[in-house]
Nanobody, 115 residues
Framework: VQLLESGGGLVHPGGSLTLSCEAP????????MGWYRQAPGKQRGLVAV????????YADSVKGRFSLLRDSIARNTVHLQMDALEPEDTAIYYC?????????WGKGTLVTVSS
């Protein structure tokens, strides 16, 4: 089972990027889906996650700058809109999804914020 991630890259401070994550179309009953990140020398931590109740949790460091949205057409796809990016946002971003009592991870996509 693979989660397909896209959208990483290099961006200047203050810029924007959108990350997308797609779970397999045949999967039903995803209970939560979102993004985590791991910066060099740090542990992996929550960025944003949405539950099947529609409620979204954000890390304090990204509140007001990042938005996690479900795709309006593809039910197993989420998009992480990242605005006002800071050098501290530089990390490998991992998509994560839960269904059938299991947690699945993407391979990760690198986001670099640098001038």
């Amino acid at each position: 089972v693979q989660l397909l991630e896209s959208g990483g890259g290099l961006v200047h401070p203050g810029g924007s990027l959108t990350l997308s994550c797609e779970a397999p179309a045949h999967v039903w009953g995803i209970t939560s889906m979102g993004w985590y990140r791991q910066a060099p020398g740090k542990q992996r931590g929550l960025v944003a996650v949405v539950g099947n109740d529609g409620k979204t949790r954000y890390a304090d460091s990204v509140k007001g700058r990042f938005s996690l949205l479900r795709d309006s057409i593809a039910r197993n796809t989420v998009h992480l809109q990242m605005d006002a990016l800071e050098p501290e946002d530089t990390a490998i971003y991992y998509c994560s999804a839960n269904w059938d009592g299991m947690t699945y991870w993407g391979k990760g996509t690198l986001v670099t914020v640098s001038s």
